[in-house]
Each structure stands twice: as C-alpha cells, then as structure tokens.
C-alpha cells in the first residue's frame, strides 16, 4: 500500500487558498492514502473564539469535506486531514478520513494543546478505527501523542496504520511516535506543517520533519525541517498484524490489564 504524509505550510485564514494549494500539491502523487496537516486548511493560532467559529465547518456538508471527497472520488484514493469543526453547538478540532464515497470517519481530537482549550471542546467520541481497502486505518491528532495509551487503543482496536495530522510546536514528538511504534507494532504517518505564524502577540514556529515509521521504530521516510513536499512510502500494513516481540513475548496477550486500573480511573 503507497501510503503519504503531505507537508505544506497554511495560510492562516485563506480556507480556498489552502484548500487549493494542498489538492495541487497532492495531483499526480500516486499514493492510496495521503494525510494532510492538523487544521491544513484554516491555519492555527487563533486569536477568538469567533474567529474560530467564521472559519470552521459542519462536516460534510463544508467547503473542505466537498473539495476533498471530489479529489478522492476524481483520483480513486483516500485522504486523511485536520480541518476546524462545528459540530451540534460546539467547535472541535477534528480529521477526516476521505475516500470516493465521501466522508467515512471522523475524529474530534481529544488531548488539547495549550491555548487549543479556549477555543475547542475535548472530543467525547474516543478512538475509531477505519476501513481503506481492507487495512485497518486509526485516527488521531498531533498532541495525542504524549498520551500513549490515545495509540495503544487505536492498536488495540485493530489499527495497522496509524495517521497522525499535526501542527507540532514542541521538540519531541517525532522520536516520541518511533516507540508508539515500537510498543504498538503499528506504522504511523505523522504529517506535520511547517513556517512560522504571528497572530497579536503570538508567534509559534512549527518543526516539519513529518515521517513514516514502521512497526520495529523504523524511520521509513522524514521530511525536511522547512520544505513544503509529499513523502510516500510502499508498506506492508499485514506486518502490523504480527505483534511478537520474541518468540516468548506478544505484545498484546502478555500485557495484564488486571494491574493497569489506574489506566482507567482519574
Ligand atoms: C498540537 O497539538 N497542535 C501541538
């Protein structure tokens, strides 16, 4: 499977120019699952709540979920990406798995980053695990990373690729998914962005270096620090499915939930 992470750099607020600029960076790319960056097409730093709310869109009836469905039906592929959500009075930070029928999954990102709380609500829905082409396809969102178990219960669930849209600001996370990787046996598609955006007195500078890692922590492909370019790599996601670590050891039937309560408790 020809799986992809697409680095671009949004423009904040230009959802038609960003929109635009990532389908003519995906055409002609030969690839059966591209992912895009968190929020790609409205920017990050939001400086209002009513900016947010002028900028997200009802998914799939907006603007982003229509252009992208028509690119996935046009190319026969499937896409994943970061797009601002509103969604029953309330405004999410969520991707979208894409493919020629239209919208198939959706995720509201759960673990939020910073100043992400003033503006977005916390998706209630959890982890979700989707079907492309018969691979088993997890959502989740740039900082559900540093919460290990946002990735072990998408693995748990069946996941064999992991696709991971991002806006990453901190230094840590592109080593960080090598061992999501490596406890889960999964490979991940981190898509990160890249350049800088100063909104009022902000300014965040995001670190691109996107990447593919495979199920040993396998660095497959990454990206440059601050090149706009498209990554793809051919795996074979069925090597997710062989969770021995030793000829002993199996990563999920030797674990022992029974001591793990606290996993599950505040
Ligand atoms: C992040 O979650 N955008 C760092």
């Known amino acids: 499977m020809r ?14 120019g960003n929109i635009r600029r990532a389908l003519t960076i995906m055409e002609g ?14 920017g990050y730093l939001f400086t209002s709540k009513g900016e947010l709310e002028g900028l997200a869109e009802e998914i799939p009836q907006g603007r982003t979920s229509q252009a992208l469905a028509e690119f996935c039906q046009r190319r026969g592929t499937f896409v994943v990406a970061g797009l601002a959500e509103r969604y029953e009075g309330g405004l999410f930070n969520s991707a979208i798995l894409v493919g020629p029928p239209g919208v198939e999954g959706i995720y509201r990102k759960v673990h939020l980053f910073a100043k992400e709380k003033r503006w977005f609500t916390s998706g209630g829905e959890g982890f979700s695990v989707y079907d492309v082409r018969g691979i088993k396809v997890g959502l989740m969102i740039c900082f559900d990373w540093i919460f290990p178990e946002a990735a072990r219960i998408l693995a748990l669930k069946g996941a064999e690729i992991i696709c991971q849209p991002a806006n990453l ?8 998914m090598i061992t999501r990787a490596i406890e889960n046996r999964v490979f991940i598609v981190t898509a990160n962005r890249i350049g800088r955006e100063k909104r009022g007195e902000r ?5 691109g270096e996107s990447q593919i890692t495979g199920p040993g922590g396998e660095l497959l492909l990454q990206a440059s620090l601050e090149e706009e370019e498209v990554g793809i790599v051919d795996l074979d996601p069925s090597m997710a499915k062989d969770k021995a670590v030793t000829q002993e050891n199996d990563l999920f039937s030797d674990r022992r939930p029974d001591l793990y309560y606290q996993l599950v408790s505040r």
């Open 29 to 42: 790319k030969e690839a059966e699952l591209l992912v895009l960056p968190e929020l790609f097409n409205t």
């Open 169 to 176: 600001v901190l230094p840590w996370c592109q080593r960080a």
């Open 3 to 16: 799986v992809g992470f697409v680095q671009m750099e949004p423009r904040f607020g230009d959802v038609e």
């Open 203 to 207: 300014e965040l500078k995001f670190t």
